[in-house]
Every structure is written in structure tokens, then in C-alpha cells.
């Protein structure tokens, strides 16, 4: 069984900083893209994303965020200045190959909050 483990997550004042960390575990046997997804203003998801060495942000991810990979099961997100309105919950995906698999498919963790507030 595949699980992705979100933590890093809590309260924040205005101006910080807050480092969010996933790990994948269980029966793997490759993992491809991962991620992290918060919900932009509208309600669609936004993202930054690590895949290859490349990384992509969301408009409003970009400047402010880093997200790094630092092994093949871990990803982090460095997420400094931070602003009320960047409170949600932040989910990390990935795309991963089980062990009797045979193609990638999408997981999720189940979220950890980010509450920003003085």
C-alpha cells in the first residue's frame, strides 16, 4: 500500500515562515512527478510541482514558495513572507508506480493546514 505523509503544517504570524515536508512509503517502485496543491482564490487548484529536476509554480506560488526535492520519496515546500491569505490546506501528490504495478498513478496525502494569522 502506497501512503503519502504530509507534516510542517500549523500557525504562522504574518511575515513567516513554514516548511512542509511529504514522504511517500509503502510497496513503490518508482516515483515520478511530485507536488504540492493549495487552493488558489476561485477555488481551483494551484500547484508547485518537481518533476526531473524542473519545477513549476502556480501564479500564486511563484516568488514566494520553493519547492525542493530531496530524495526520491521526499519533497519539501519552503513557503517564506507569508500572508493570511495564503491559509489552506496544503496537500502534497506524487505520481508513483507500485511495486506490481505497472503504470503511474496519482496519490495524495490527506493534507496538513497552514494557518497564517497574527
Known amino acids: 500500500q502506497v501512503q503519502l505523509v504530509e507534516s510542517g503544517g500549523g500557525l504562522v504570524q504574518p511575515g513567516g515562515s513554514l516548511r512542509l515536508s511529504c514522504t511517500a512509503s509503502?510497496?513503490?517502485?518508482?516515483?515520478?512527478?511530485m507536488g504540492w496543491y493549495r487552493h488558489a482564490p476561485g477555488g481551483a487548484l494551484v500547484a508547485a510541482i518537481t518533476?526531473?529536476?524542473?519545477t513549476y509554480y502556480g501564479d500564486s506560488l511563484r516568488g514566494r514558495f520553493t519547492i525542493s526535492r530531496e530524495n526520491a520519496k521526499t519533497v519539501h515546500l519552503e513557503m517564506s513572507s507569508l500572508k493570511p491569505e495564503d491559509t489552506d490546506v496544503y496537500y502534497c501528490?506524487?505520481?508513483?508506480?507500485?511495486?506490481?504495478?505497472?503504470?503511474?498513478?496519482?496519490?495524495w496525502g490527506q493534507g496538513t493546514q497552514v494557518t497564517v494569522s497574527s
Open positions: 518533476s526531473g529536476g524542473a
Open positions: 509503502g510497496n513503490i517502485a518508482r516515483i515520478g512527478t
Open positions: 501528490s506524487a505520481q508513483i508506480v507500485a511495486s506490481r504495478g505497472r503504470n503511474y498513478d496519482a496519490y
